[in-house]
T-cell receptor, first 115, second 115 residues
């Protein structure tokens, strides 16, 4: 079985400050990790993914995430937060055992960027 | 269209009624996924289609739920004898293939309310 934990229901950060949204995972086999963002009344949007290779993954809108195998973590980061980054962020994992993208999502973390 | 389209955007139905939710994937995408997102939760996998066939329906909660994709494009999620617990946002996603190298694009979802 695969699972994702997002330990923070909400993260508040001042505009211009760095932000981190935490994610830890559990999966048998090699993990495939994703971050999605959900704006109000809009669908999930893909931000970035880790499949293999460099542990630091760069994605859309200046976001990046670091894969840490020993800590089973995949925290989302951005050097300088924007008010427009305020949204709901979901971490997701797949073990790809079936050969396709069957992902398990976390419950989401609400990011609030304060002007 | 340019993205994944889901109709209707909102559906209110009475307990015990039958509903159909439609998903128009991105043209040419062979992989199609249905997820269900309950209030305050992350999306939960329901079913995966590769072409016309349901390759994995392990997430369907019971036999009241059924999905089809007869021509390998549009998919319909069907729910019989709806219950109040079925109230959720139903999300559809498609990708060019089912592999990890292709991005999954989500629709805006259908918000189903069973009263």
């Amino acid at each position: 079985a695969q699972s994702v934990a997002q330990p923070e229901d909400q993260v508040n950060v001042a505009e211009g400050n760095p932000l981190t949204v935490k994610c830890t995972y559990s999966v048998s086999g090699n993990p495939y990790l994703f971050w999605y963002v959900q704006y109000p009344n809009r669908g999930l949007q893909f931000l970035l993914k880790y499949i293999t290779g460099d542990n630091l993954v760069k994605g859309s809108y200046g976001f990046e995430a670091e894969f840490n195998k020993s800590q089973t973590s995949f925290h989302l980061k951005k050097p300088s937060a924007l008010v427009s980054d305020s949204a709901l962020y979901f971490c997701a994992v797949s073990d790809y055992s079936g050969g396709y993208q069957k992902v398990t999502f976390g419950i989401g973390t609400k990011l609030q960027v304060i002007p | 269209g340019a993205g994944v389209s889901q109709t209707p955007s909102n559906k209110v139905t009475e307990k015990g009624k039958y509903v159909e939710l439609r998903c128009d994937p991105i043209s040419g995408h062979t992989a199609l996924y249905w997820y269900r997102q309950s209030l305050g939760q992350g999306p939960e996998f329901l079913i995966y289609f590769q072409g016309t066939g349901a390759a994995d329906d392990s997430g369907l909660p019971n036999d009241r739920f059924f999905a089809v994709r007869p021509e390998g494009s549009v998919s319909t999620l069907k729910i019989q004898r709806t219950e109040r617990g079925d109230s959720a946002v139903y999300l559809c996603a498609s990708s060019a293939t089912g592999t990890m190298n292709t991005e999954a694009f989500f629709g805006q979802g259908t918000r189903l309310t069973v009263v």
